[in-house]
Structure formats: C-alpha cells, structure tokens
C-alpha cells in the first residue's frame, strides 16, 4: 500500500491569504508530482519534481510554487490565494523504472471564498 | 502529442450488469497503460496496468488488454457492484526514456444501483 500523505484534507480560506499544501512520502520515490482537479473530475499536472532541488512547471499554469529540499516532502504554495484556486489538489508520487506508477495521496480540497 | 480518450459518462448499470469503458490512445512506440480508479473523496488508486502489446492486466475482477492495433485499453467487468461506484481513468506512460509523466483521459464515472 502507497505511504502517501497530504495536509490539510480541507481547507476554507479567504481571499488573499497565503496557503500551504503539504505532501510527503515514506516510500523513497524521487518524482513527486502536483494535480489540479476540476470540478469535470479532469487533472491536470501543475507542478513536478525528479529530484531534490529539482522543480518544474507542469501542463496547465498555475500562480503556486513548490519546492523539493527534501526527498519526502513537495509542498505547494500560493501566496495570496483567490476564489479561482478553488479545486481539488492531488500530490503523488514515482520511482524511477519502467512502469512509471504513480501512487497518489487523499487529497485537498481547497475552497477560497 | 500523446492523448488518450475514454468514453464520456456517466455511465449508470445495476448491480451484476457487465461493464465496459472504452480507452483509445495515441503515443508513439509502446507507452504503458494504466487504469486508475477514484473513490468518493478520494485520491486515485492504480487498478491495473499493461505494459506491453498483448498483456492482460486484471485486479478486483476488472480486466484490460493491451491493443497495438487498434490502440486500445479498454476496461471490463463481467459482473459489478454498488461499491464499484467511482470514477474510472484511463492513463499511459510514454515509452522514451526519460519522460515519466502521465497523459490521462478524462474519466468515466460509474455509478452503480441495487
């Protein structure tokens, strides 16, 4: 079973206010991986990382930053947050090889009012 | 680009119907691929996944078989339950080295009814 967690689960929060999402991994991957998740239930790869000190803009652009100082730890940010940041954020993670399987945390579902 | 398609829901069946969600993919070479499953509430858990042309992977009583020719992934279930219920994804790896990303579909949600 994947070791995978996010912080918090929920969050509410008003507009304007700095937020951080918080991921970590007890199983050693070195890619972690951020998903934004629209209400349509499609995801889309916000942010990644292959390394320590290591990140990267995903597909669809996003006002967040992450960083990577650690191997088990990929948190995501966003400095002032606004009521389009609304979704649902998914972090996971892989290690390298050929099946590229990505084991994904719960979830945040962050809503900015 | 890669892409992947999956047939639109919803997709309603009642208890002990057979399932079906159609997958259709395009990648260059042999990507991998993938079906996630998410829960109400939940994040996505890996259901099954094939990585070569011909393999049959299978869990929980679903099955899908890897098609080169028709570019195929198609998932099956010969007889599902309500806690099937959830929301189906469909997903490949591409095959170059290097690239670990996944290109997913846009999920299929199954509800299914007593």
């Known amino acids: 079973e994947a070791d995978i967690y996010q912080t918090p689960r929920y969050l509410v929060i008003g507009t304007g206010k700095k937020i951080t999402l918080e991921c970590s991994q007890t199983?050693?991957?070195?890619?972690m991986y951020w998903y934004q998740q629209d209400p349509g239930m499609e995801l889309h790869l916000i942010h990644y990382?292959?390394?320590?000190?290591?990140?990267e803009k995903g597909d669809l652009s996003s006002e967040s930053t992450v960083s990577r100082i650690r191997t088990e730890h990929f948190p995501l940010t966003l400095e002032s947050a606004r009521p389009s940041h609304t979704s649902q954020y998914l972090c996971?993670?892989?290690?390298?090889?050929?099946?590229?399987?990505?084991?994904f945390g719960p979830g945040t579902r962050l809503t900015v009012l | 680009g890669d892409s992947v398609t999956q047939m639109e829901g919803p997709v309603t069946l009642s208890e002990e119907a057979f399932l079906t969600i159609n997958c259709t993919y395009t990648a260059t070479g042999y990507p991998s691929l993938f079906w996630y499953v998410q829960y109400p509430g939940e994040g996505l858990q890996l259901l099954l996944k094939?990585?070569?042309?011909?393999d049959k992977g299978s869990n929980k009583g679903f099955e899908a078989t890897y098609r080169k020719e028709t570019t195929s992934f198609h998932l099956e279930k010969g007889s599902v339950q309500v806690s099937d219920s959830a929301v189906y994804f469909c997903a490949l790896s591409p095959s170059g080295a290097g690239s670990y990303q996944l290109t997913f579909g846009k999920g299929t949600k199954l509800s299914v009814i007593p």
């Open positions: 996971a993670s892989s290690a390298s090889g050929r099946l590229y399987t990505q084991y």
């Open positions: 990382s292959y390394g320590v000190n290591s990140t």
């Open positions: 094939a990585t070569k042309a011909d």
């Open positions: 199983m050693g991957h070195d890619k």
